[in-house]
C-alpha cells in the first residue's frame, strides 16, 4: 500500500533515471501496422473504421483549410485515448494526469490556431473580442473579458483533462483500499464495495475515453473560428 494517495501520480522511475518518455512512447508500439493486403484483420479493420469515423465528424463543420489538421488532431485523440487506458491497468503510470504534460499538449496547439486566425483573417479574429452590437461604455470592459477567456482556453484543456483523470484515479484507491479494509470485518460491505468499485472502473474506462474527444473537439472548435 502506498503512503499517499498522491503517490500515484508522481513520475516513476528506475534507477534515478524518469520514465516518462518510455510511458509516452509506449502507445505508439501496440498500435498495429497497416498492411499491403486487400483485406485487413479485425483489429486493423475496426481501428480504419474509427479513424475514419471520427476525423468526418471533428472535420465535417470545417472548411477545406482546416483540414490540413486531420493527421495531427486524429493522432493525438489515439495517444491521448491510450495514455488514459493504459493507465487504469495495476501497477502502471498516467502520464495525463501531469498539468505540465497538458498544457504542453494545449498551449502550442492553441496558439497556432491564434496565429494562423491573426495571419489569415485578422479583422475576422479580432472581432471575436467585440460582439456586435454592443454599446459604448461596455467597450472596453468586454475587450477585456474577452481577451482574458481567449487565453484562459489552454489552461482550461490542460486543468480539465488533468483534474478529470486525477479525480478518477483516486476515488478508485479510494474505494479498493475501504474494500480491502472491510473484507475481514464486514464481507457483505466490503462485496458491495466491490461491485461499486467494478461499476467506478467501466465509468472510468468511458471518462478516459471521453475527456481525450472533448480535448480534441475543443481544439478543432478553436481553428473553426481562425480558418
Given amino acids: 500500500m502506498t503512503l499517499s494517495f498522491f503517490d500515484q501520480f508522481m513520475s516513476p522511475t528506475l534507477l534515478g533515471i524518469p520514465l516518462m518518455a518510455l510511458a509516452l512512447s509506449l502507445p505508439w508500439i501496440l498500435f498495429p501496422k497497416p498492411t499491403t493486403r486487400w483485406l485487413n484483420n479485425r483489429l486493423l479493420t475496426i481501428q480504419g473504421w474509427f479513424i475514419n469515423s471520427f476525423t468526418q465528424q471533428i472535420f465535417q463543420p470545417i472548411n477545406l483549410g482546416g483540414h490540413k489538421w486531420a493527421t495531427l488532431l486524429t493522432s493525438l485523440m489515439l495517444f491521448l485515448i491510450t495514455l488514459n487506458m493504459l493507465g487504469l491497468l495495476p501497477y502502471t503510470f498516467t502520464p495525463t494526469t501531469q498539468l505540465s504534460l497538458n498544457m504542453a499538449f494545449a498551449v502550442p496547439l492553441w496558439l497556432a490556431t491564434v496565429i494562423i486566425g491573426m495571419r ?7 472581432g471575436h473580442l467585440l460582439p456586435e452590437g454592443t454599446p459604448t461604455l461596455l467597450i472596453p470592459i ?8 481567449l487565453f484562459i482556453r489552454p489552461l482550461a484543456l490542460g486543468v480539465r483533462l488533468t483534474a478529470n483523470l486525477t479525480a478518477g484515479h483516486l476515488l478508485i484507491q479510494l474505494i479498493a483500499t475501504a474494500a480491502f479494509v472491510l473484507l475481514p470485518l464486514m464481507p457483505t460491505v466490503a462485496l458491495l464495495t466491490s461491485i461499486l468499485l467494478f461499476l467506478l472502473t467501466l465509468l472510468e474506462v468511458a471518462v478516459a475515453m471521453i475527456q481525450a474527444y472533448v480535448f480534441v473537439l475543443l481544439l478543432s472548435l478553436y481553428l473553426q473560428e481562425n480558418v
Fill in 142 to 149: 468586454l475587450i477585456i473579458i474577452e481577451t482574458i477567456s
Fill in 120 to 126: 489569415n483573417q485578422p479583422t475576422h479574429a479580432l
